[in-house]
Each structure stands twice: as structure tokens, then as C-alpha cells.
């Protein structure tokens, strides 16, 4: 029985999903999964209070909130080379998708959608011609800047996904997440998120001359985001602006797509102070509160049955 306090209503699980908790469990319990203790990956301070002690699958799983600048995290997160395994196993496809990696109709249905990515980047009207994706999956993405003429590069870890992208969709992919050399734009659509320090990360990126930045995630908005094992951070777009800042970028224009925080930066090599948020802690409070009134309703069906 979980803390009512903590109670994070689970998914739904399907038997695929099931198994591949079990696979997940199996590698916890075997320490091919390891986690780290981490510091706010905003202010870099210790001093967060617990919120959530499970994620949607109901996986043991900790998130917490800074008391000092508001940044919502997990800690511990899983370690540099767990990390690499969950993704290269496709581990975390099969948790997220119902227990299957990616079918074929799946894919060519994801290159079917409007590419929202190549429609903000072409209306900010800025100059490049090399384009290279971290997390680029099965090229989706890339394809659009592809037929524009752009000079593009996949990187991803699963194998599946890159044996798709370079002969499927003909999209040329490498299986790595570091880059090979600098681009003119390195778009991280749905990546931040999974990073260890996105701090560290995008300074790399500063540092081998990257120019634009596409960074895409999930918002910590108007409400609380689904929590999973897969997501180590929760960005609002004052953390956003922070980060960035402390990076040696800065943001050039923004939007806001679904749930979802969109946003150009450009090099400036400058590197920021973190900003100090004392608001942010309360607003997100405010979500969590709203929220957890709605997960002791859940809790209380899941007893009664109702
Ligand atoms: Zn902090």
C-alpha cells in the first residue's frame, strides 16, 4: 500500500507494459539499473522536499521540488550508464508504449504529422544550413529540414529506430548521443527532460560551437506533468530561461505548443548566474496540491472500487 500522501494513480497496465516493469525491477534488483543522488539541476543546492514517490506505473520512483528556485526533479536518478542502457535496450519504449517498440505504421504515421519543429524554426527567419538532432528516433523531424535542403544528421540510441531512419526513411542517423561535430542548429525535441544535467549538456554544445538551439519539452504549466522513470526533469519557462542562461545561450523566441514549451536559443558564450525564483516554489505548490486533491479521489475509488 503506498503513502496516501505520496499516492500517484497509476496507468493503466497492459501486459506488454507489465513485462517490461518486471524486465525494469529485474535490472534494479541485478544493479544493471543504479542511481545517483543529485543536487537541483537549477540552483545546484540540496534542499528540496520529497512530492511524489512513485511514477505512473507505480515503479518506486522519487520526485522532488527545490525549495530554493522551484525546479521539479527526480532524485536519485538513474546513472551515465544506466541511463544508456534503459534507452539502447529499448527498454523505455516498451514501459512507454504499451509494451512495444515502435511498429512500422507507428513510424510512418509520425512522418505523416505537421512538422511543428520546422514550422517555429523557419518563422524566427535565421541562417543555417547544418541541422543535427539528438533523440532523433526515426528521423521524423529531420525529414522536413531534409527537404528543405538542410544538411542533416540523426543521432539516437535505439538500434530499431536507427535501422529505420537511415533505410526506411532514408534519413542518415548515427547510433551515438554525442555529437560527431558542430551544427548550425542541434534540435532537443523531448530530450532535456531524460538528460542528467542539462546544464552540463548544453554547455558541451556551447563549447563545440553549436549556434541555435530547438529545445522542446514538456511544460510544468497549468498542471502537474505525467511523472515517469524516464523523465528527470520538469521545466517551467522561468527554470527554462535559467538553464539556458547558465549555458551560454539565450532564448530568442518562444512558444507554447499543447503542454509543451517551445524555444530558439543562440550561442552568446555568456554564462549566467542561476536566477533565484521564490515564487516559483509557491505556484508550483499550488499545482501539486490542486492535483494531489485529485489523486486522493483516485485513491479512494482504487479502495472502494467504485
Ligand atoms: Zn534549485
Not at 205 to 215: F, P, R, T
Amino acid at each position: 500500500m503506498q503513502n496516501p500522501f505520496y499516492y500517484y494513480r497509476t496507468r493503466k497496465l497492459t501486459s506488454g507494459t507489465s513485462s517490461a516493469i518486471a524486465e525494469y525491477k529485474k535490472k534494479v534488483l541485478h544493479k544493471r539499473i543504479s542511481f545517483i543522488e543529485v543536487a537541483c539541476p537549477n540552483c545546484h543546492r540540496n534542499y528540496a522536499r520529497t512530492l511524489y514517490k512513485v511514477e505512473r506505473h507505480g515503479i518506486p520512483w522519487q520526485t522532488v521540488l527545490c525549495r530554493y528556485c522551484g525546479m521539479m526533479y527526480s532524485n536519485p536518478q538513474m546513472d551515465e550508464e544506466s541511463t544508456k542502457h534503459f534507452y539502447e535496450s529499448d527498454l523505455y519504449r516498451r514501459l512507454h508504449n504499451q509494451g512495444q517498440a515502435l511498429s512500422t505504421s507507428q513510424l510512418v504515421n509520425r512522418y505523416r504529422r505537421p512538422n511543428n519543429i520546422f514550422n517555429f524554426v523557419s518563422k524566427a527567419k535565421i541562417e543555417y544550413q547544418t541541422v543535427a538532432e539528438i533523440g532523433s528516433a526515426g528521423g521524423w523531424n529531420l525529414k522536413a529540414f531534409q527537404n528543405d535542403g538542410k544538411s542533416v544528421t540523426g543521432y539516437e540510441l535505439s538500434e530499431q529506430l536507427v535501422e529505420m531512419a537511415n533505410n526506411f526513411f532514408h534519413v542518415p542517423t548515427k547510433q551515438a548521443a554525442v555529437l560527431g561535430s558542430p551544427y548550425d542548429l542541434v534540435i532537443l525535441s523531448h530530450v532535456l527532460e531524460h538528460f542528467g544535467d542539462p546544464v552540463f549538456e548544453l554547455k558541451w554544445l556551447a563549447e563545440n560551437d553549436c549556434e541555435y538551439l530547438y529545445i522542446q519539452v514538456p511544460g510544468l504549466l497549468h498542471n502537474i506533468p505525467s511523472i515517469q522513470n524516464a523523465h528527470n526533469h520538469y521545466f517551467s519557462l522561468a527554470n527554462l530561461v535559467s538553464i539556458i542562461g547558465q549555458s551560454g545561450y539565450q532564448i530568442v523566441t518562444h512558444g507554447f505548443i499543447n503542454n509543451d514549451i517551445q524555444l530558439l536559443a543562440k550561442l552568446t558564450m555568456r554564462r549566467l548566474a542561476p536566477i533565484a525564483m521564490p515564487s516559483e516554489y509557491e505556484r508550483v505548490m499550488k499545482l501539486v496540491r490542486k492535483h494531489r486533491l485529485s489523486m486522493f479521489r483516485g485513491l479512494f475509488h482504487d479502495i472502494f472500487r467504485f
